[in-house]
């Protein structure tokens, strides 16, 4: 029988078929299909978009883009969504070149041709050296020519062989500029304040020319043969054609103009110069002999061609600020032969971005009745990308800027306005008498009623959420924003590098509320910021208050500090704070103040106490201990804070510690961390009690970059006492260190030299069988050293970033989260990374519930709580306990942004979102029928056995 035959027979029976999918159905394990995105969301981001290429050459019109995260991506011009995306290496992405035949990416190291639109990889090339800025390359007809300090290099576009690679003679450049036409290579390499002009030709490099560069800084090259340099001397921007046939060349002033600081300047491939300052730009028609200004404009400009082949002008200027947050752009087209406006193109574009344009690519096109329209592609300061239309309408809108987060919390929600009048209801009301306090609890209860009434209605009506999307953010009805029966529903507050700081749902990763800051900078030493919640939500009738701490954006600058309500997102006061000091370190206090607000305390770089808000009251802070860490001469000093004043707060040394090397980690304990269980029970039962001291400072330290001598120490210290408790070394080891610190244990990983790989190490700290101090632990009066554990075991991957999870009362089991380079997160129990799991399992270890002991630590596919939803370059996982003690809200952050739900000990206190309650009901219903059908004959029998 044939296998046409077979298949035949067999579809000839349909009872046979439904009677085997039904024996396989329970089989089928796995996420259904309407559930990915049910519990968790992921949100992919591109960065920060240096270069943008409009390809329409199909019917689905994309627009390539690379950026400073070394992505290149296509997005939909239509909606925005990334259509393909590649993640490259960690190196420098320094254009993207549109050819006839594909793009190309340059890096440092390699040169790449995509397709526009799939996004295949048509062909890749190394280069031998590394490229060190934009202008080592060029286009030299149907040749890519590289230069490098030692060699230059021309590939072909079409196939990516590489045609020719010639010796440099140009050994020690500090900069190297390349021009091309078709059949010459131009490179002028700069070394010690001189300038030397070599040209490339039929396979050879010869000098040609020098002179002296000594006022000359910024230079540029682009299209073309020709050099730009801004002269400090004179503040003018000078240029030279590097094709002249002239023995002597030398540099010619542009125009009068002057600049107070360097222009950029982008050579254009028909000869013109387009010049950009900070706020304001100039188009220069360029020849041999002379510069011709040809239109001065405001805001940025570029010049593209139209259908017609034809080079124009377009400039994107501020027109006005709304009163309602919103900007007012104004979009004009100019000639470039004459400089006349083409009016045809003018237009005005209202947004809700408050950020100045930053760069501007148009793309034009014909409609279908020959009249001239265009869209344009703004990437504004604050990293949004918006692509707008001739009619003022902004298509879409990318929050690029969330591909760089520095900092984030959670924040619980405000109550509802039932649960907000109970607390009136039930607060203070001393002074009023019993009928005051009877009326005024009717008409409580009265207006609960009435709300609990309204709010049922619409959740039968319109659901329990109704969201209205809009061009940036979403609105959303009054009772989605209140807080859930488990705090579940959060706001995640985020400050990102570039100084905007969201307001996040937590259920969908939609942008709620967002804030430009454009004096936030994060700080040099750390970059990071640093966010406090102060107050939060729990404090009605009060609202939550956030601030943020950070470096202000110019050099030589202060501090900045910036307060708003997590919630809405307003700012609490007008402008932000800009000190005149730089802040050395912060912290918060542990006590708040009659407002329920913790004060911040902030000390400068000249040892002077400061506080935030300055009214704060500061008589629990003459107990606070801090301690600063210089990270490259690893040097640890502790200090003590004097005064209950902030006249008479003075700051003293406690201790001082050098640990020698470079600290390369970091971590304290999570204040926000609680430790329920003292100790683990032995098979003996006697209680091991855990080191819970809860000013323990892990400090990880490299000694060398050498392979072959280098070393990392692990330091256990007292934060308050600078008592050294622990010291480990792993000789010939290196970074990356990622490391965790909860409870008793410090989690970290890094590299062996030894044996080429990964390891995970962990270290627990235990006081023994008896207990110091059951109460309260003193760091300045305990002085046993306590007993550690210590183990290490191979890990096989790389990690990105290490975290734990945490919960409200910290009764549920740990996870350790791992971020690994592939993009999945994965999450491990504690029980598998702990020091005590034996090599022969006992009785009494299995009594314990410890595993046997294995070198290499299982990463199970099932443990990626990410599934399928790769997320990449995750810089820190940012753990938040929930309403559930089961429960553990997770959200990892960094390119991109994944959120979800876990549960360590999986969900005790909750039913599961599969629970039939219908079934339940009914069965319960139906028992209790059958109970009074029962009671009834019970009772009829019993009469009629009476009246026998």
């Keep these: 029988m044939n296998k046409q035959m077979w298949q035949q027979q067999y579809l000839n029976f349909p009872i046979l078929n439904l009677f085997i999918f039904f024996i396989l159905l329970p089989s089928i394990t796995g996420l259904y299909e309407d559930q990915v995105g049910k519990f968790d969301w992921r949100l992919q981001h591109v960065g920060n978009i240096q270069n943008a290429v409009f390809d329409v050459s199909q019917k689905s019109k994309h627009v390539v883009v690379s950026s400073k995260e070394n992505v290149v991506a296509a997005l939909s011009m239509s909606t925005g969504n990334i259509v393909w995306r590649h993640v490259l290496e960690d190196s420098t992405l320094f254009s993207l070149l549109e050819t006839p035949s594909g793009l190309i990416t340059i890096s440092s190291d390699k040169i790449r041709k995509w397709n526009p639109q799939g996004g295949f990889l048509q062909w890749e090339a190394t280069f031998g050296g590394t490229l060190s800025g934009r202008d080592t390359f060029a286009l030299s007809g149907t040749q890519l020519v590289v230069a490098s300090s030692d060699r230059v290099t021309a590939y072909s576009v079409k196939t990516g062989s590489e045609t020719y690679s010639l010796d440099a003679l140009w ?427 913790k004060p911040i305390v902030l000390l400068d770089s000249s040892r002077q106490v400061r506080v935030y808000p300055d009214n704060s009251n500061l008589d629990s802070a003459q107990e606070m201990f801090l301690f600063s860490a210089q990270s490259s001469t690893g040097t640890i000093e502790g200090m003590r804070l004097s005064g209950n004043t902030l006249q008479n707060m003075k700051v003293e040394p406690t201790w001082k510690l050098m640990l020698g090397g470079s600290i390369v980690s970091l971590e304290t304990k999570q204040y926000r961390e609680h430790v329920h269980s003292q100790g683990k029970v032995q098979a003996n039962r006697d209680v091991l009690f855990k080191y819970v001291n809860p000013n323990l400072v892990a400090v990880i330290t490299e000694s060398e970059a050498n392979t072959e001598h280098s070393s990392l120490t692990v330091h256990l210290l007292d934060g308050v006492s600078g008592r050294l408790i622990f010291t480990c070394t792993h000789k010939r080891s290196s970074g990356p260190v990622h490391m965790v610190h909860s409870e008793n244990w410090v989690v970290y990983t890094y590299y062996n030299h030894k044996g080429r790989r990964i ?74 990374v702990d020091p005590r799991r034996p090599l022969e399992p006992s009785q009494a270890a299995k009594e314990e519930g410890l595993p046997p002991y294995m070198p290499e630590l299982p990463l199970s596919f099932d443990n990626t709580i990410n599934y399928n939803q790769s997320v990449y370059r995750i810089r820190d996982i940012h753990s938040e306990p929930s309403g559930l003690e089961s429960t553990s809200l997770i959200v990892a952050y960094g390119l991109d942004m994944f959120h979800t739900k876990v549960a360590p000990s999986s969900t005790y206190d909750r039913l599961k979102d599969d629970f039939d309650y219908i079934f339940i009901g009914g069965v319960t219903i139906g028992m209790i029928a059958i109970s009074f059908v029962s009671r009834y004959f019970a009772l009829r029998k019993l009469v009629t056995r009476a009246w026998k």
Aim: with cysteine; net charge negative; aromatic share 8%.
């Design 171 to 597: 050994a020690g450049a500090d900069e190297l500029h390349v021009g091309a036409d078709d059949e010459t290579v131009y490179i002028a390499a700069v070394t010690k304040a001189r300038l030397t002009l070599y040209i490339v030709r039929d396979e050879i490099v010869k000098e040609k020319t020098s002179l002296s560069l000594s006022q000359h800084t910024s230079c540029s090259s682009g299209q073309g043969t020709w050099l730009s340099c801004y002269n400090s001397a004179t503040l003018h921007l000078e240029y030279l054609d590097m094709s002249q046939s002239v023995d002597r060349i030398q540099f010619t002033p542009l125009s009068d103009t002057t600049y107070a600081q360097p222009p950029t300047a982008d050579w254009l491939q028909d000869g013109g110069l387009l010049v950009h300052s900070p706020d304001a730009g100039s188009y220069y028609s360029i020849s041999s002999s002379q510069a011709t200004q040809i239109v001065s404009f405001k805001g940025v400009g570029v010049v593209t061609k139209d259908h017609n082949g034809v080079s124009i002008l377009i400039t994107l200027s501020l027109l006005s600020d709304t009163a309602d947050e919103k900007q007012v752009f104004e979009v004009k087209a100019y000639s470039t032969e004459d400089g006349k406006e083409l009016p045809t193109y003018s237009s005005t574009i209202h947004t809700s971005v408050l950020a100045a344009p930053a760069q501007i690519y148009p793309y034009l096109y014909s409609k279908s009745g020959g009249t001239e329209s265009y869209r344009l592609l703004i990437i504004f300061n604050d990293h949004t990308v918006a692509l707008a239309q001739q009619t003022g309408t902004i298509l879409w809108q990318r929050e690029e800027a969330l591909a760089s987060i520095s900092c984030m919390e959670m924040v619980d929600l405000p109550v509802s306005d039932v649960e907000a009048q109970m607390e009136e209801e039930f607060g203070s009301h001393s002074s009023n008498n019993v009928l005051t306090q009877f009326i005024g609890r009717i008409t409580a209860q009265v207006q609960q009623l009435t709300s609990f009434l309204i709010h049922s209605y619409h959740k039968y009506m319109v659901g329990l959420r109704v969201v209205i999307e809009t061009d940036d953010h979403f609105a959303m009805d009054e009772d989605y924003l209140t807080r859930d029966e488990f705090s579940l529903h959060k706001i995640i507050v985020a400050a990102s590098n570039v100084g905007k700081v969201y307001g996040l749902d937590s259920y969908t990763g939609k942008v709620i509320w967002s804030r430009y800051v454009r004096q936030l900078a994060p700080f040099l030493s750390s970059n990071k910021m640093i966010l406090y919640i102060q107050r939060s939500t729990a404090h009605y009738p009060h609202p939550p208050y956030a601030t943020i701490i950070g470096q202000q954006s110019c050099e030589g600058c202060g501090s900045i500090i910036y307060s708003f309500n997590p919630v809405t997102g307003a700012p609490y006061t007008t402008q932000p704070i800009l000190t005149d000091y730089s802040v050395e370190q912060v912290m918060m206090m542990p006590t708040a103040q009659h407002d329920f607000l």
């Design 759 to 832: 390891e995970i190490a962990v270290l627990e700290l235990y006081e023994g069988l008896t207990q110091v101090n059951a109460t309260a632990f003193s760091s300045l009066q305990t002085n046993t050293s306590p007993l550690v554990m210590r183990q290490a075991y191979i890990l096989g991957t790389t990690l990105t970033a290490l975290s734990t999870t945490l919960t409200e009362k910290g009764i549920s089991g740990k996870n350790i989260l791992m971020a690994r380079s592939v993009g999945g997160i994965v999450q491990v129990p504690k029980m598998f």
